[in-house]
């Protein structure tokens, strides 16, 4: 139930065979091929008396345009009558097949402003039913587009192109038909989007003739606000991106501008630190044009300049140390109270009435004393090399310095003080006691040293030499130079055993010098035969002094055998 009954068999129009070998009913017809006993099965059938052929289904064109048969005739005793004709049934064509785009949606380019016949694309269809008949004749035509026409299409061939001049980026696509019967049969619709290449024909436009904007004095990078631009090109496009220059009013380059891509936007940003107390507003001319130049004959924009007026607004500024590091130097043992120098801060903030006061940041020996109003700084107790708190005869202190606004802003500066050595040390002999050969020549000479407190170039070379108070010690004693620390004492006649105190006075080459009287305990002992001190006698005389001459150079000398080796 419900399914659709086949069709009643039709005659074909002159289909009829006939044989001229017999008399009517004298003869059985029969037909095979495609359409009959070959696939597809069924769909012809012949009387076999009267030699009609019939129609038993509904037949497509677009599936089988003919069927060649071959039509027998046989007598009633199954003897063939003559050869086997060709019967060829033609399937004449009906218009039962649409047009059909070979795609839905076309696409072409084409430059905006195009001049008219500016060939876009072409569009093309298909039609299943006979080529050679009007039912496959096609006819293209345009459904809709925007607004004035812009768009043409060929009807025969569908190829679309611009018809008029002013060709916008604005204006819609267009929508192309396609139908068959020469454009008066069935028909069908496809989408054809054009995208319009974009052309430099507009140029950016200013939404206003004067922004404003204010700014914090000393921010550098900061972005200070925004000019507003408007382009009717393809956004994100060359042709659409603003290129911002300052003309005027920012002659020291304080201030840079750019363009932000995805808003367009001219962003005005601080390059330059500025300062309120020197100028506390700018007025700036801006211009803009695009990246790219315009096309020739596009009208320019009324509004390519615009003023941006920029007010500095004050903030407190921190104090400013103009000398940092402050080198200054101070005598070696300088009394406490001693005025070191006066370290003072300055204010930016001179339209502020603000005061700075002063302290001590950092002062490890707590050798400094600081006026908090005027920042003197004077010594609180002596300082003397050598010190801990010396850095290669350098003390470093730190100052800080602090206005009272809200909230109080600071700086910090350098102090570093030289303490400038002081020549306030005399030379000390070193040892004060040695021991020598009671014999001149051979063992009878003695090595003197000295050491002194102070540090270059207060200290050696030293000078040796016998008390001048006391003249007559040239007599049996000599002191020579031996380096720039040491010197050489030396018997001048054979002395006998005992001890015997020399006064001697040793000066350094500070400036201006310092010298001293001391005395050198010096034993005078028995010589041996090699010209040393008898066994025993050095031993016990030498506990705790001295070396004698002698004995140093076997020791320099068992140091060069031992180096040498």
Same mark, same amino acid.
């Given at each position: 139930?419900?399914?659709?009954?086949?069709?009643?068999?039709?005659? +074909?129009?002159?289909?009829?065979?006939?044989?001229?070998?017999?008399?009517?009913?004298?003869?059985?017809?029969?037909?095979?091929?495609?359409?009959?006993?070959?696939?597809?099965?069924?769909?012809?059938?012949?009387?076999?008396?009267?030699?009609?052929?019939?129609?038993?289904?509904?037949?497509?064109?677009?599936?089988?345009?003919?069927?060649?048969?071959?039509?027998?005739?046989?007598?009633?005793?199954?003897?063939?009558?003559?050869?086997?004709?060709?019967?060829?049934?033609?399937?004449?064509?009906?218009?039962?097949?649409?047009?059909?785009?070979?795609?839905?949606?076309?696409?072409?380019?084409?430059?905006?402003?195009?001049?008219?016949?500016?060939?876009?694309?072409?569009?093309?269809?298909?039609?299943?039913?006979?080529?050679?008949?009007?039912?496959?004749?096609?006819?293209?035509?345009?459904?809709?587009?925007?607004?004035?026409?812009?768009?043409?299409?060929?009807?025969?061939?569908?190829?679309?192109?611009?018809?008029?001049?002013?060709?916008?980026?604005?204006?819609?696509?267009?929508?192309?038909?396609?139908?068959?019967?020469?454009?008066?049969?069935?028909?069908?619709?496809?989408?054809?989007?054009?995208?319009?290449?974009?052309?430099?024909?507009?140029?950016?436009?200013?939404?206003?003739?004067?922004?404003?904007?204010?700014?914090?004095?000393?921010?550098?990078?900061?972005?200070?606000?925004?000019?507003?631009?408007?382009?009717k090109d393809l956004a994100g496009s060359p042709n659409w991106l603003a290129k911002f220059t300052i003309l005027e009013g920012d002659p020291e380059g304080a201030f840079a501008i750019h363009t932000d891509p995805y808003t367009n936007d001219g962003v005005l940003s601080v390059a330059k630190p500025l300062d309120h107390e020197v100028r506390d507003r700018?007025?700036?001319?801006?211009?803009?044009?695009?990246?790219?130049?315009?096309?020739?004959?596009?009208?320019?924009?009324?509004?390519?300049?615009?003023?941006?007026?920029?007010?500095?607004?004050?903030?407190?500024?921190?104090?400013?140390?103009?000398?940092?590091?402050?080198?200054?130097?101070?005598?070696?043992?300088?009394?406490?109270?001693?005025?070191?120098?006066?370290?003072?801060?300055?204010?930016?903030? $001179?339209?502020?009435?603000?005061?700075?006061?002063? !302290?001590?940041?950092?002062?490890?020996?707590?050798?400094?004393?600081?006026?908090?109003?005027?920042?003197?700084?004077?010594?609180?107790?002596?300082?003397?090399?050598?010190?801990?708190?010396?850095?290669?005869?350098?003390?470093?202190?730190?100052?800080?310095?602090?206005?009272?606004?809200?909230?109080?802003?600071?700086?910090?500066?350098?102090?570093?003080?030289?303490?400038?050595?002081?020549?306030?040390?005399?030379?000390? +002999?070193?040892?004060?006691?040695?021991?020598?050969?009671?014999?001149?020549?051979?063992?009878?000479?003695?090595?003197?040293?000295? $050491?002194?407190?102070?540090?270059?170039?207060?200290?050696?070379?030293?000078?040796?030499?016998?008390?001048?108070?006391?003249?007559?010690?040239?007599?049996?004693?000599?002191? $020579?130079?031996?380096?720039?620390?040491?010197?050489?004492?030396?018997?001048?006649?054979?002395?006998?055993?005992?001890?015997?105190?020399?006064?001697?006075?040793?000066?350094?080459?500070?400036?201006?010098?310092?010298?001293?009287?001391?005395?050198?305990?010096?034993?005078?002992?028995?010589?041996?035969?090699?010209? $040393?001190?008898?066994?025993?006698?050095?031993? !016990?005389?030498?506990?705790?002094?001295?070396?004698?001459?002698?004995?140093?150079?076997?020791?320099?000398?068992?140091?060069?055998?031992?180096?040498?080796?």
């Amino acid at each position: 139930p419900g399914a659709r009954p086949p069709p009643a068999p039709a005659l +074909l129009s002159s289909g009829q065979i006939k044989s001229d070998k017999q008399q009517p009913g004298g003869v059985i017809y029969s037909i095979k091929g495609p359409g009959v006993d070959e696939e597809p099965l069924g769909i012809f059938s012949i009387d076999k008396f009267s030699g009609k052929v019939f129609l038993n289904a509904m037949l497509d064109r677009e599936e089988n345009d003919r069927f060649r048969l071959k039509a027998f005739a046989l007598d009633l005793g199954g003897v063939t009558l003559e050869d086997p004709t060709d019967l060829e049934i033609i399937v004449v064509d009906q218009n039962d097949n649409r047009p059909l785009f070979r795609q839905d949606v076309f696409t072409g380019h084409v430059v905006e402003g195009a001049e008219p016949g500016t060939c876009v694309m072409t569009v093309e269809a298909t039609d299943a039913d006979d080529p050679e008949t009007d039912n496959a004749a096609l006819r293209f035509s345009i459904l809709e587009q925007g607004a004035g026409g812009m768009f043409s299409i060929n009807a025969t061939t569908g190829e679309i192109c611009t018809a008029r001049p002013g060709l916008d980026r604005e204006e819609p696509w267009v929508g192309p038909c396609a139908a068959d019967m020469s454009g008066d049969g069935l028909t069908t619709t496809a989408t054809a989007v054009i995208y319009l290449e974009d052309i430099n024909d507009n140029a950016p436009e200013f939404t206003k003739e004067e922004f404003s904007m204010e700014v914090e004095e000393q921010a550098a990078g900061l972005e200070v606000g925004r000019v507003l631009v408007h382009d009717k090109d393809l956004a994100g496009s060359p042709n659409w991106l603003a290129k911002f220059t300052i003309l005027e009013g920012d002659p020291e380059g304080a201030f840079a501008i750019h363009t932000d891509p995805y808003t367009n936007d001219g962003v005005l940003s601080v390059a330059k630190p500025l300062d309120h107390e020197v100028r506390d507003r700018f007025q700036l001319t801006v211009s803009v044009q695009n990246q790219q130049p315009l096309e020739p004959g596009a009208p320019g924009s009324p509004r390519a300049l615009a003023t941006v007026q920029v007010r500095v607004r004050d903030v407190n500024e921190a104090p400013v140390f103009r000398e940092n590091p402050r080198r200054v130097s101070v005598p070696e043992g300088a009394p406490p109270g001693t005025p070191v120098t006066t370290y003072t801060a300055s204010d930016p903030d $001179t339209r502020q009435l603000q005061t700075l006061t002063y !302290a001590l940041l950092y002062d490890p020996a707590g050798w400094l004393q600081l006026d908090p109003h005027s920042g003197t700084v004077r010594t609180k107790r002596e300082l003397r090399h050598p010190s801990a708190f010396l850095q290669g005869g350098w003390y470093i202190a730190l100052v800080l310095a602090r206005d009272d606004a809200e909230p109080p802003l600071s700086a910090t500066g350098t102090l570093s003080i030289e303490i400038l050595e002081v020549n306030d040390h005399a030379p000390l +002999l070193q040892p004060p006691a040695g021991v020598v050969c009671g014999r001149p020549g051979r063992g009878g000479s003695l090595l003197l040293g000295a $050491t002194d407190d102070d540090r270059p170039p207060h200290g050696a070379p030293f000078h040796f030499q016998l008390s001048p108070q006391h003249p007559q010690l040239a007599r049996n004693w000599s002191i $020579t130079r031996f380096n720039v620390t040491h010197a050489v004492l030396a018997v001048l006649v054979e002395l006998p055993e005992g001890l015997y105190s020399l006064p001697l006075l040793l000066r350094d080459s500070g400036t201006p010098p310092r010298e001293q009287q001391q005395l050198l305990n010096v034993s005078v002992c028995p010589c041996g035969r090699d010209g $040393t001190c008898e066994d025993g006698v050095l031993a !016990a005389a030498t506990a705790g002094v001295g070396i004698t001459l002698e004995a140093l150079l076997v020791i320099l000398g068992s140091s060069t055998l031992l180096l040498r080796e």
